[in-house]
């Protein structure tokens, strides 16, 4: 087989790799113990004499010959148990590794094969290497085209770090990591590196700092606090009783009576449109085809008329009560400045088909992404933007049956799947469960980027099937994650504290192994704008602007948040 067919073949280039390292990799050491997926690893003395880039490392994959397959390793611990007092060496070294995947040989028959978990146990007395540059080249290559570079494996620089599009973005993905580890960086990096290869695909970034529209220039459309136009009739019942009423205690009667009064409102609206009857009695079962969840206009003017004509027939000033209190509430919500995107247009069409292509790019036109910056809303208007989103994309994928699969990445997701049930905007947390649980079969993908994985939603996380774990100090937020992660790469996370700028420890379906790798470095110009304020440049001089304190007043009162340019 020609080195041009290798490249070209992963299972060959894999055979190519076995091959290649029975032939000349140097043994590390031996087995001493197997425990279920852990052995235990007794080094030879020569590999005190191995330069340092050789020697097994904390994280380094191991190789073991174990038969017809190769058992891959992972070291989670290392230690010389009863180290000599005089440095004269001879110390036994050992070193613990847990079992988590394996390569058949290849035979005349059969090519070689990675597969995750292990059939055939390695026995005491097998010998174990570090797994050579090959391996580890092969390993990171098995998916084939349906992969892309995000980086370079620690272990060996050389060997690009790949993670499968399709597992990624299918089986759901999280990047977890404190401020300032590079989450925005790396979630700006993989994107970019899938549009590159594949430039047709749908994605919505929940931005709620304004900082992606600089990674993806004239690739994306950004939608902003005075660009962005939600109807609010796209609100399902549950979303709409949340902005008006977020504490339903007490206001059962206004629930009932709006529950009653806004189907009617949306069949005036209907019958009064062009069409609008032919339509009603095309429609099996007539009027009992439009409930309170239809997708249909109506108009807000209609619904308060309803209500006032309800209140004409009423005689009681108990009954009348509940109509008054929501008549004024639908009324100064309506007028709500941070609500304008949802009330202020002047007129109700049937926008919906058109409102769905612009949000989700159906068609792309060359502009696959979608930004909504939620910089400038706050943060209950905020949340009405995202439960919609997630829910529209959810409802699309369901109808569409998956013909145009969408991806929904949701920066800072603790803030809209939080862990206490009781906080946050139930139909958003609602929406994103939806997803998470079912979103494989309708085609729409979550990925979740957080710096607190313990105030996210436990079972959210775990139905991400993909994890980049950057740099996490605190240690509450590295026992939500190890309850995420898969057994066999738990080791691997005793190292977050420690990672660096761009690392991350990545398990999962996405990538075919559990690693530790280093994301490759954006261009300086297309890195997600920064917002942390600078205390050392603002307190260096003084603010002499006259206008500066009434601009901020006016951008106070009316609701709009100017970002600053950098």
Request: some cysteine; aromatic content about 6%.
């Amino acid at each position: 087989m020609s080195a041009q067919e290798a490249s070209r073949n992963p299972q060959a280039r894999l055979a190519k790799a076995v091959q290649a390292a029975q032939a000349r990799n140097p043994r590390a050491g031996v087995i001493i113990s197997v425990t279920g997926s852990h052995a235990l690893v007794m080094l030879d003395d020569a590999q005190a004499e191995v330069d340092r880039l050789h020697r097994p490392q904390l994280g380094a994959i191991m190789s073991v010959d174990a038969g017809a397959n190769v058992v891959l390793g992972l070291i989670s611990a290392m230690s010389v148990p009863a180290p000599s007092v005089d440095g004269s060496g001879g110390e036994m070294r050992l070193v613990e590794m847990e079992l988590i995947g394996e390569f058949t040989k290849p035979t005349a028959k059969t090519p070689a094969r990675f597969r995750r978990g292990v059939s055939t146990f390695p026995t005491l007395g097998d010998e174990v290497h570090v797994a050579t540059r090959e391996e580890l080249a092969a390993l990171f290559a098995v998916n084939g085209l349906a992969s892309v570079r995000i980086g370079v494996v620690k272990q060996d620089a050389a060997i690009p770090a790949t993670v499968a599009v399709n597992e990624i973005f299918a089986r759901h993905c999280a990047v977890l990591g404190m401020t300032g580890s590079g989450k925005s960086c790396a979630v700006a990096l993989m994107l970019r590196a899938v549009l590159d290869r594949y430039s047709q695909a749908h994605i919505v970034i929940i931005d709620p700092h304004n900082e992606y529209a600089r990674a993806f220039g004239d690739q994306a459309v950004v939608f902003d606090a005075s660009s962005f136009t939600l109807p609010y009739w796209l609100l399902t019942f549950e979303e709409l009783v949340e902005v008006l009423y977020p504490n339903r205690r007490g206001y059962e009667e206004e629930i009932e009576i709006l529950a009653d009064l806004i189907p009617q409102a949306k069949r005036m609206n209907l019958a009064a449109t062009q069409g609008g009857t032919r339509m009603l009695a095309e429609r099996r079962g007539d009027i009992a085809s439009i409930t309170v969840d239809t997708p249909t206009p109506y108009r807000i003017s209609e619904l308060l008329g309803l209500i006032d004509k309800s209140l004409g027939a009423l005689e009681s000033a108990r009954a009348i009560s509940p109509y008054k209190r929501l008549r004024n509430r639908i009324y100064a919500i309506s007028q709500d400045a941070r609500y304008a995107f949802m009330f202020a247009s002047l007129t109700v069409q049937d926008t919906m088909a058109s409102f769905l292509g612009q949000l989700f790019r159906i068609p792309v036109q060359g502009r696959p992404v979608s930004i909504l910056e939620l910089g400038g809303l706050p943060s209950e208007v905020a949340q009405v933007v995202v439960s919609v989103t997630a829910r529209l994309a959810f409802d699309f994928g369901l109808w569409s049956h998956g013909a145009a699969p969408i991806a929904i990445v949701c920066e800072d997701a603790h803030r809209y799947a939080p862990a206490q049930q009781d906080a946050g905007f139930a139909p958003t947390r609602r929406a994103l469960t939806r997803i998470a649980k079912e979103g494989r079969k309708t085609g729409v993908s979550l990925w979740l980027v957080s710096q607190r994985p313990t105030e996210l939603d436990p079972t959210i996380l775990s139905q991400c099937n993909t994890i980049f774990a950057m740099r996490l100090a605190n240690q509450a937020d590295q026992d939500a994650l190890r309850a995420a992660v898969p057994d066999a790469a738990t080791s691997l996370l005793n190292c977050l504290p420690s990672l660096g700028m761009g690392e991350a420890v990545a398990v999962g379906e996405g990538v075919p192994l559990p690693t530790r790798i280093r994301f490759d470095a954006l261009p300086r110009e297309i890195v997600p704008k920064s917002l942390t304020a600078s205390f050392t440049d603002g307190w260096s001089v003084d603010v002499d602007d006259a206008g500066f304190l009434d601009r901020i007043v006016e951008q106070w009162r009316a609701q709009k948040l100017l970002l600053p340019e950098v």
